[in-house]
Nanobody, 119 residues
Framework: VQLQASGGGLVQTGGSLTLSCAASGSIRSLNVMGWYREGPGVQRELVASISRREGTKYADSMKGRFTISRGPPDNTAYLRMNGLKFEDTAVYYC??????????????WGRGTLVTVSS
């Protein structure tokens, strides 16, 4: 499975961005897609995930602001980020797994995408 990430960039506080992650290859094995992020001096954390089996999950600080979805097309996941805060500044990594995303781990990784929120 290959993951092609896109989106990101510079946005002002309170603004919005959408990240995309398109999967190719043996996508039937891909149960869950999502994003991790790594901020300055911050350990890698799971932002959100979407799973065929378990639905959507969000980190507490993202609930109500971020929305993860899958499709169309079905091989692509989207992360809509609203109400961005300075502390959301990070490199966001698209990730996929055959089972679940947790513990900073994933079977498959896309390239990191820098999101910078200016205060």
């Amino acid at each position: 499975v290959q993951l092609q990430a896109s989106g990101g960039g510079l946005v002002q506080t309170g603004g919005s961005l959408t990240l995309s992650c398109a999967a190719s290859g043996s996508i039937r094995s891909l149960n869950v897609m999502g994003w991790y992020r790594e901020g300055p001096g911050v350990q890698r954390e799971l932002v959100a995930s979407i799973s065929r089996r378990e639905g959507t999950k969000y980190a507490d600080s993202m609930k109500g602001r971020f929305t993860i979805s899958r499709g169309p097309p079905d091989n692509t996941a989207y992360l809509r980020m609203n109400g961005l805060k300075f502390e959301d500044t990070a490199v966001y990594y698209c990730a996929g797994d055959r089972i679940r995303l947790e513990g900073g781990l994933a079977d498959y990784w896309g390239r990191g995408t820098l999101v910078t929120v200016s205060s």
